[in-house]
């Protein structure tokens, strides 16, 4: 009888311990893929949004430039030296005054404040 008793009570321990085990696992597993999303949205908030947000910039900042070139320069009237000279002002003033910095400090900020958010929340 003692043997069928101590059978017994080894079988529910082995259950139970595999049970806590496996929850052990489902942690594990779970921490594993909260750390994956939060890596990747970092990457991408902080890597792949700024380059991808430069160059889509770049390519319509250089096509409206040379745009508003044509434009100006298909006039009779020559104002094209005249809008040339003010845009290199502008160009040096916003140099001067540090719009490029502050553009970008203010996005990171943004994009941390999201990130807050979205692990706060959980």
Do not use: H
Request: aromatic share 10%.
């Amino acid at each position: 009888m003692m043997l069928i008793i101590g059978t017994i009570l080894t079988a529910i321990a082995s259950v139970a311990g595999s049970t806590v085990v496996q929850g052990a696992k489902d942690i594990a597993i779970e921490t594993t893929k909260w750390v994956a999303t939060r890596g990747l949205l970092l990457f991408l908030m902080y890597v792949a949004f700024p380059i991808v947000l430069y160059n889509v910039l770049l390519n319509y900042g250089t096509d409206l430039y040379a745009y508003i070139i044509n434009k100006v320069t298909d006039n009779t009237v020559d104002y094209s030296a005249v809008t040339i000279q003010i845009t290199g002002v502008g160009g040096w003033i916003g140099q001067q005054i540090g719009i490029v910095t502050m553009f970008s400090a203010y996005m990171a900020a943004v994009s941390t404040r999201f990130l807050i958010d979205l692990v706060l929340r959980r």
